[in-house]
């Protein structure tokens, strides 16, 4: 009885696919669900301003190789899987700028064509670039000291300070600009605003900031650990 049943069930299988074939064009099994559909994503760019970056720019997905794209074009990537993807504009001129960001999160739906836009806007000199913050902090008798990114631990007596000379003479204004401001600070409180100067510190961690300001109005920070133990 059961080999019957399942012989009935072929045979009713292929006169469905048979009516599928003749109505439809084709039999679909139903084997399991059939595979998601792609999408695409179609890419613009626009550029403005008086020295436009002519030579074009590079896209590309979840940093992958880049494809050209004109200025002012577009760009059609197909075949791509429902989903969430990070793309990125590169190749773009000293004196231009992405206003809405070098990268952009795009999402793409199964079957659906998805769009993103990057507007690049250039000026007739090259942008002001940011400030680098260079700093060094010594101790008094100038045989230790630390740098950005690095740690300082001192030993001193009981109810003694430790006086540290900080330096930011290191540091780089940005192509274009002159240095406008320093601010130094420790524990989130300010402390100096000199290039150079000497502040004393009794037994603590310290996280010391050095923020510096060009005259573009751009600016970049550093620090260091300072450790003073009794």
């Known amino acids: ?26 039999c679909v099994s139903d084997t399991g669900p059939a595979p998601p559909e792609l999408a695409s994503l179609t890419v613009t760019t626009a550029t403005s301003g008086p020295v436009p970056d002519l ?12 494809q050209p ?44 064509t ?3 836009a990057f507007e690049v806007t250039c000026a007739s000199e090259p942008l002001p670039e940011p400030p680098v913050a260079g700093m060094t902090i010594t101790t008094a008798d100038g045989q230790r000291s630390a740098t950005e990114g690095g740690e300082l631990e001192v030993t001193v007596p009981a109810s003694a300070f430790e006086t ?30 000199q290039a150079t100067f000497t502040f004393a510190l009794d037994e603590g961690e310290y996280l010391i900031t050095l923020k510096v300001t060009n005259s573009a109005g751009l600016s970049t ?9 009794e």
Do not use: H, K
């Open 55 to 66: 030579d074009g720019y590079s896209v590309s997905v979840d940093g992958g190789e880049g």
């Open 164 to 193: 540290f000379t900080f330096d930011a003479s290191r540091s780089q204004p940005g192509a274009g600009s002159a240095i406008a401001a320093y601010e130094w600070q420790s524990n989130g409180a300010t402390i100096g605003d």
């Open 114 to 116: 998805a769009a993103a």
């Open 1 to 26: 009885m059961g080999s019957f049943a399942r012989a009935s069930d072929a045979a009713a299988l292929l006169v469905r696919c048979a009516l599928g074939s003749v109505l439809l064009g084709s």
């Open 69 to 112: 794209i004109e200025s002012n074009g577009s760009l059609t990537l197909e075949d791509l899987a429902p989903g969430t993807y990070s793309l990125s504009l590169t190749g773009v001129a000293e004196n231009c700028v992405v206003r809405n960001g070098a990268t952009l999160a795009v999402s793409v739906e199964a079957g659906g």
């Open 221 to 229: 920070t550093a620090s260091a650990s300072l450790i003073v133990t």
